[in-house]
């Protein structure tokens, strides 16, 4: 059964704070994504990732980094929280060529910046 | 600039009756459109997709329908299950290449009225 996993299904972290959400998958993706959800708003993507190493801004990265060291991680930080970084945050893998084209998410990652 | 667009954000179905959610899109780039749905506190899963080389895909109780002059696709369900209610959020890409990232729209709420 293929598995996308994030570390922590609740945070909650004060003003200022540095934030490591990790995400693991085990289906061998080459890409990996950040996506965080609120309401009105939909999913809107942070970063992705295409290979290790490898990075790319998605459509609201400012007060985001990531990290991909190894190929099945993906982590998301947040070097300095703050409350409008208060959101579901969703990580997500997908394979290479074709198929369905679809993306696995995993069960997100609740964070509440106080 | 929301370039995927749900401008119901929520539909109340009898039980038994079709469902239909719709979206809309703006970027002429999009080739290839998803559905997810999503239950509370859970990632969301995947659906159903269509390519732009169709205008018609189905999968049991589920068919999408893309018109790509008029830039609108429609998620049908029929007939409904209490187990459809969830957000649904459709999204767009350019193509269904593994690093090609997707735009999501803001969701759909659907409830299944018993």
């Known amino acids: 059964d293929v598995k996308v996993t994030q570390s922590s299904r609740y945070l909650v972290k004060r003003t200022g704070e540095k934030v490591f959400l990790e995400c693991v998958q085990d289906?061998?993706?080459?890409?990996m994504f950040w996506y965080r959800q609120d309401p009105g708003l939909g999913l809107r993507l942070i970063y992705f990732s295409y290979d290790v190493k490898m990075k790319e801004k998605g459509d609201i990265p400012e007060g985001y980094s990531v990290s991909r060291e190894k190929k099945e991680r993906f982590s998301l930080i947040l070097e300095s929280a703050s409350t409008n970084q208060t959101s579901m945050y969703l990580c997500?893998?997908?394979?290479?060529?074709?198929?369905?084209?679809?993306?696995?998410f995993g069960e997100g990652s609740r964070l509440t910046v106080l | 600039d929301q370039q995927v667009k749900q401008n119901s954000p929520s539909l109340s179905v009898q039980e038994g009756r079709i469902s239909i959610l719709n979206c809309d899109y703006t970027n002429s780039m999009f080739d290839y459109f998803l559905w997810y749905k999503k239950y509370p506190a859970e990632g969301p899963t995947f659906l159903i997709s269509i390519s732009s080389i169709k205008d018609k895909n189905e999968d049991g109780r589920f068919t999408v329908f893309l018109n790509k002059s008029a830039k609108h696709l429609s998620l049908h369900i029929v007939p409904s299950q209490p187990g459809d209610s969830a957000v649904y959020f459709c999204?767009?890409?350019?193509?269904?290449?593994?690093?090609?990232?997707?735009?999501f729209g803001t969701g759909t709420r659907l409830t299944i009225i018993p």
């Open positions: 999204a767009a890409s350019a193509s269904n290449f593994g690093n090609e990232k997707l735009t």
């Open positions: 289906m061998d993706h080459e890409n």
């Open positions: 997500a893998s997908r394979g290479q060529t074709g198929g369905t084209g679809e993306l696995f």
